[in-house]
Every structure is written in structure tokens, then in C-alpha cells.
């Protein structure tokens, strides 16, 4: 016995499902990846180079912005509001609002709970030169996002992923916090004992 179900039908169907999903894929993968090299070019200071990035990553959101797969471009979103984030706050000394970056509440909060390992890296390279007032930016930066944070509390189902983003954001915080007490603490220590070397040096000029 044989039956009539639209066999070819389906399979066409299917195939076309199949080539649109895997085309939203390339795309959300070539999204991960400008905004990957966006970050990159913010630490290394090449400013105009990352913004192109960013602008890269935006046209490429905006031209899948109507796809029925749209739910596939989620982790691209939230790779882009890092990379959009990083940038206004090391250039612009802003953190952008959600409707600045043009993405939805999912990838903004996660985004913005990643953007701390970032800013984290930051604050390290800015203690490296020496410059404190900038490190001490980089770290309220951080502690600001971790305060707005506290008050969002929602299960998986309506926030996915987002406890597993505010912990990691909290370790990076204490993590910092420590590595910039230590750094103050050893800074503090080296101008004090050369403050005492020139005292000293001084004194036997004057002997």
C-alpha cells in the first residue's frame, strides 16, 4: 500500500529551512567575528578601526533584521552590544543605553555583564602604565554595571543565561578589586620609598 503524504513537498520544505537556518548561522558567525576584532582594536587603541568593525557588525544585524530564524542571531547581538559597549565607555566614557545599541533586553543585559571581563583588561593594561586615576575609571565602571544589575533577578525561562553572566560579572568585579587594592597598595609603597632615597640622597649633599 502506498499513501500520498507530499513527500517531495516536505523535503523541499525542509531543504529550504535547512539553507536559510545555515545562512542566519554564517551570518550570526561573521557578526561574532567583526565585533571580536572590534574589541581587539579598542585594546590595541586603533579607535577608527574598531568603529568600522562595529559599523560592519551593525549593517550585517540590520540587513537580517527581518529573518525568521532572527532567534539564531542571539549570541551575535550580545557579542555586538559587548564590542558597542566597550567602545562609547574606553572612547566616549558612556555606558550606551539599550535602545542606543538597537538590540533587545536579552543581549543588552548579557552583552553588558560580558563587557566586564573586558574592562577588567582594561584596568590591568592602565595599572601597567601606571596610571591609576584610569584604572580606578575602568573598576567604578564595572562596580556601577554590577549595582544595576543586582536588582534583575528572573528565572532561565524569561532571562536565559543571565545568572550564569551576573556571576561571572560579580568574580570579575572581586577579581579586580583586589588586583587594583594590591597595585595602589605597591604603588603607594614604591613612591614612598623613593620620596625616602631622595631624602636620603639629598642629606648627603648637604654633609
Not at 31 to 52: D, P
Not at 167 to 177: G, M, S, T
Amino acid at each position: 500500500m502506498k499513501v500520498d503524504i507530499g513527500t517531495d513537498k516536505i523535503i523541499a520544505e525542509l531543504k529550504k529551512k535547512e539553507r536559510e537556518r545555515e545562512e542566519c548561522n554564517q551570518v550570526a558567525r561573521a557578526i561574532v567575528r567583526e565585533c571580536s576584532l572590534a574589541i581587539n582594536h579598542i585594546h590595541c587603541k586603533e579607535f577608527e578601526k574598531s568603529l568600522e568593525k562595529i559599523k560592519g557588525a551593525k549593517e550585517l544585524l540590520g540587513k537580517n533584521a527581518g529573518s525568521r530564524y532572527i532567534d539564531l542571531l542571539n549570541q551575535a547581538k550580545q557579542e555586538y552590544c559587548e564590542a558597542f559597549a566597550l567602545y562609547q565607555i574606553v572612547v566616549n566614557g558612556k555606558l550606551p543605553a539599550k535602545a542606543e545599541i538597537g538590540v533587545e533586553t536579552e543581549p543588552y543585559l548579557t552583552g553588558l555583564c560580558d563587557c566586564s571581563g573586558e574592562l577588567r583588561r582594561e584596568m590591568l593594561a592602565s595599572l601597567m602604565k601606571k596610571d591609576l586615576k584610569r584604572a580606578q575609571y575602568y573598576f567604578d565602571m564595572m562596580d556601577a554595571l554590577h549595582q544595576a544589575m543586582l536588582p534583575i533577578r528572573f528565572t532561565n525561562s524569561v532571562l536565559p543565561g543571565f545568572r550564569v553572566k551576573q556571576d561571572v560579572l560579580r568574580k570579575q568585579l572581586e577579581l579586580a578589586r583586589s588586583e587594583l587594592f594590591q597595585a595602589m597598595l605597591g604603588f603607594r609603597c614604591w613612591r614612598n620609598a623613593r620620596k625616602q632615597k631622595l631624602t636620603i640622597a639629598y642629606g648627603k649633599q648637604k654633609s
